[in-house]
Antibody
Framework: QITLKESGPTLVKPTQTLTLTCTFS??????????VGWIRQPPGKALEWLAL???????RYSPSLKSRLTITKDTSKNQVVLTMTNMDPVDTATYYC?????????????WGQGTLVTVSS | QSVLTQPPSASGTPGQRVTISCSGS????????VNWYQQLPGTAPKLLIY???QRPSGVPDRFSGSKSGTSASLAISGLQSEDEADYYC????????????FGGGTKLTVL
């Protein structure tokens, strides 16, 4: 059974750096074809893809946010960490991490419950 | 502004068949497969369709997907009240080193 859970601060101040951790179980990020990504959703708005890390440490980022994002993995801890610098109120959103694999053509298939991050002074 | 274009709303009555469209370009839908997600209020998105028309285990066959050129569609037959949700299309985009792109979402109302 694949599960993922996001953790991190619920409130950050403008200009601060956000660090979110995705802790997962039921799969290994060292298995060929597997990836873990981050997607966010501002309140009442659409989904926005942020970043993805693959089993071989290949990393992809949203072009519009690339300069602010870093994604890393710790295979031994079953964790993926996303950092986003220079937070702004427009970054207020629910942040999801999701599993993907070649079994479903790389589509994010299992999602965490999400964590709401509010950016405010 | 989402890369993939969906109608903001759709509606139907119980038992009816409804379709939701998703329009993209040659760098995303035109060259990669399309996925569809269902998001019930207050919950995480759920994968409904992958690879244009494949259903993950447990998804009813009332849900079907198709793709033609740079557009795709999600069809829901035998509409039920529990289908009232937001629906999103997604595809990999080959531009700028690759990225996932989503549609703006379609709010489905069951009348």
């Amino acid at each position: 059974q694949i599960t993922l859970k996001e953790s991190g601060p619920t409130l950050v101040k403008p200009t601060q750096t956000l660090t979110l951790t995705c802790t997962f179980s039921g799969f290994s990020l060292s298995t060929s074809g597997v990836g873990v990504g981050w997607i966010r959703q501002p309140p009442g708005k659409a989904l926005e893809w942020l970043a993805l890390i693959y089993w071989d440490d290949d990393k992809r980022y949203s072009p519009s946010l690339k300069s602010r994002l870093t994604i890393t993995k710790d295979t031994s801890k079953n964790q993926v960490v996303l950092t986003m610098t220079n937070m702004d109120p427009v970054d207020t959103a629910t942040y999801y991490c999701a599993h993907s694999s070649i079994a479903v053509a790389g589509a994010p298939d299992y999602w965490g419950q999400g964590t709401l991050v509010t950016v405010s002074s | 502004q989402s890369v993939l274009t969906q109608p903001p709303s759709a509606s139907g009555t119980p038992g009816q068949r409804v379709t939701i469209s998703c329009s993209g370009s040659s760098s995303n839908i035109g060259s990669n497969t399309v996925n569809w997600y269902q998001q019930l209020p207050g919950t995480a998105p759920k994968l409904l369709i992958y690879s244009n028309n494949q259903r993950p285990s447990g998804v009813p066959d009332r849900f079907s997907g198709s793709k033609s050129g740079t557009s795709a569609s999600l069809a829901i037959s035998g509409l039920q009240s529990e289908d009232e949700a937001d629906y999103y299309c997604a595809a990999w985009d080959d531009s700028l080193n690759g990225q996932w792109v989503f549609g703006g979402g379609t709010k489905l109302t069951v009348l």
